[in-house]
Nanobody, 123 residues
Framework: VQLQASGGGLVQARGSLRLSCVASGRTFSSAAMGWFRQTPGNARNFVAVVSWSAASTSYADSVKGRFTISRDNAKNTVYLQMNSLKPEDTAIYYC?????????????????WGQGTQVTVSS
């Protein structure tokens, strides 16, 4: 699976962005898809995950109620709708394909990663 993330940019606090991640490969629809984020000098942190069927989602506490993850298996695409953005949301955001179908929250549970898209939130 190859992943291509897009949709990042510069936005003011309390604004919104929608990230997209397009996957190539036949295994997309059978894999959990997640979003992680990383700031310089820090580890890659879990943001959100959607199960293979979209029946289950899970979020980091820091984004719960503001971010929404979704997927369209017909388009091989996973989305991250980010609302009420805060300066602390500034990071490079990565999409990833899980090793299976569950709602994984740890980076080691993902086997394919996109290249990342920068999100910058100004105060």
């Amino acid at each position: 699976v190859q992943l291509q993330a897009s949709g990042g940019g510069l936005v003011q606090a309390r604004g919104s962005l929608r990230l997209s991640c397009v996957a190539s490969g036949r295994t997309f629809s059978s894999a959990a898809m997640g979003w992680f984020r990383q700031t310089p000098g820090n580890a890659r942190n879990f943001v959100a995950v959607v199960s293979w069927s979209a029946a289950s989602t899970s979020y980091a506490d820091s984004v719960k109620g503001r971010f929404t993850i979704s997927r369209d298996n017909a388009k091989n695409t996973v989305y991250l709708q980010m609302n009420s953005l805060k300066p602390e949301d500034t990071a490079i955001y990565y999409c990833a394909a899980g090793v299976g179908r569950g709602t994984y929250r740890y980076a080691y549970q993902y086997e394919h990663w996109g290249q990342g898209t920068q999100v910058t939130v100004s105060s």
